[in-house]
């Protein structure tokens, strides 16, 4: 039962380098989505997708892309990371309205 | 986008007291969920609330669907160390699958 899986856990990147954070669940939900998670601020929504081919928008996409060509993954792309983009990355995948999140993945931006 | 409240941010008890959390939002919710975070982790889904004036328990945690739709309670009885993280309650806005969280309320039991 291996639910939702992020990798990698944790992830050091250098002003203006791109890295894809990996996300991937095992359970055939149709939802997926990510968010990052800042002190003080929750979990605020990056992107989402209803379904494979289809992604959109959340609270705070600025700076990244997601694509989703299976059902199973859902990858997260910083395309130049920022020391803006330190936080702490969790995909969630969900049936119905219950989300399941992953482990996280602890990104630095130096 | 729509809010929801959860205050105060931090909460201390100790050991075998009972807690209470509440979440509220200028909007109405279909559904509440109430979310627990231990540290490193990702959240965890205590309780899933669905109809208004909802009650329903999981262990020592018990949750309520508030009547006007606006509001919901987690109440955790007899508290113990690992009761310790953050806990969230989130619900989606709408017909659409879109989680809102609160920012969290961080729960620190002392023994």
């Known amino acids: 039962n291996a639910g939702v899986t992020q990798t990698p856990k944790f992830q050091v990147l250098k002003t203006g380098q791109s890295m894809t954070l990996q996300c991937a669940q095992d359970?055939?939900?149709?939802?997926m989505s990510w968010y990052r998670q800042d002190p003080g601020m929750g979990l605020r929504l990056i992107h989402y997708s209803v379904g494979a081919g289809i992604t959109d928008q959340g609270e705070v996409p600025n700076g990244y892309n997601v694509s989703r060509s299976t059902t199973e993954d859902f990858p997260l792309r910083l395309l130049s990371a920022a020391p803006s983009q330190t936080s702490v990355y969790f995909c969630?995948?969900?049936?119905?309205?219950?989300?399941?999140f992953g482990q996280g993945t602890r990104l630095t931006v130096v | 986008g729509q809010q929801l409240n959860q205050s105060p941010q931090s909460m201390f008890i100790q050991e075998g007291e009972d807690v209470s959390m509440n979440c509220t939002s200028s909007?109405?919710?279909?559904?509440w969920l109430w979310y627990k975070q231990d540290p490193g982790e990702g959240p965890v889904l205590l309780i899933a609330?669905?109809?208004?004036?909802e009650l329903t328990s999981n262990g020592r945690l018990t949750a309520q669907f508030g009547i006007t739709r606006k509001d919901s309670f987690l109440n955790i009885s007899a508290s113990i160390p690992s009761d310790v993280g953050i806990y969230f309650c989130?619900?989606?806005?709408?017909?659409?699958?879109?989680?809102?969280f609160g920012k969290g309320i961080t729960l620190s039991v002392r023994p």
């Open positions: 359970m055939n939900h149709e939802y």
């Open positions: 989130a619900g989606p806005p709408g017909a659409n699958s879109k989680l809102t």
């Open positions: 969630a995948s969900s049936q119905n309205t219950e989300a399941f």
């Open positions: 909007s109405i919710f279909n559904t």
């Open positions: 609330l669905y109809k208004a004036g």
